[in-house]
């Protein structure tokens, strides 16, 4: 099986817990997307739904294959969220942000009872951090923010770089307006005091370590799928 066929199954997997009725949050990344396109086949079939989307890119998607949406103002509860990942490690702590979706993800995931978490097998790890950390930052006083992290991860025993993400040669500008730095520290032991140490960043927006959120980890692999259950 290949990745895509990998993420189609885990979508597949996870539409099995949206019920009707749901206010669901919808998640980014192309694994998010094989779900939305899963999800419009159940919804043409009669399946209701509230959808709050995580980004502006999956409200366009969800919005051309007729998935009714609500802005999460409006739907401030939400049964169930799923979404994909960039590393989900043993304890379903997770790195997200790939996509640059991750403020609009954290948001919609903190807002729901259940946050369902659906990846290909590439994306389990022992330990977050071999995929860059996205950190969502305010434009203004960029450089103070960037010695600012850089000075908190030394703290921490992290070290490496600090990379401005860009796209088509300009800044990536996320649909917050903000700009993204992606941290290449490595392996991050105590992903908890990095979080609490970047948050404490004025400059800081968001970053992409989700803690201590996921209710459950479906996982595509070889050989089918896994479903990693959170100890909580
Ligand atoms: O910002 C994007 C998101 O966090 C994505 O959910 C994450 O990057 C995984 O994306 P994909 O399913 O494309 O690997």
Do not use: W
Request: proline share 3%; hydrophobic share 45%.
């Amino acid at each position: 099986m290949d990745a895509t066929n990998r993420k189609i199954e885990a979508a597949r997997a996870a539409l099995a817990h949206v019920e009707d009725g749901m206010r669901l949050g919808i998640g980014t990344g192309s694994t998010a997307e094989e779900f939305v396109k899963l999800l419009a086949e159940k919804v043409a079939d009669g399946l209701t739904i509230t959808g709050v989307p995580t980004s502006e890119r999956t409200a366009r998607l969800c919005m051309e294959l007729g998935i009714k949406l609500s802005s999460l103002d409006e739907t401030p509860v939400l049964d169930l969220a799923i979404d994909g990942a960039d590393e989900v490690d043993p304890a379903l702590d997770l790195i997200k942000g790939g996509g640059g979706a991750l403020l609009r993800e954290k948001i919609v995931a903190s807002a729901a009872k259940r946050f369902i978490v659906i990846a290909d097998g590439s994306k389990t790890v022992d330990c977050l951090g071999a995929f860059p950390l996205p950190i969502e930052v305010n434009r203004y006083g960029l450089e103070v923010t960037r010695l600012a992290i850089l000075r908190v991860a030394q703290e921490l025993g992290l070290s490496g770089e600090l990379t401005l993400r860009s796209a088509r040669d300009e800044p990536f500008v996320t649909d917050g307006g903000h700009l993204l730095l992606d941290a290449s520290f490595g392996r991050i032991p105590d992903s908890r005091a990095l979080s609490a140490a970047l948050v404490a960043i004025p400059g800081v927006v968001e970053h992409g370590m989700f803690l201590g959120l996921t209710t459950l980890a479906i996982i595509a692999g070889d050989d089918g799928i896994e479903v990693m259950q959170s100890a909580g």
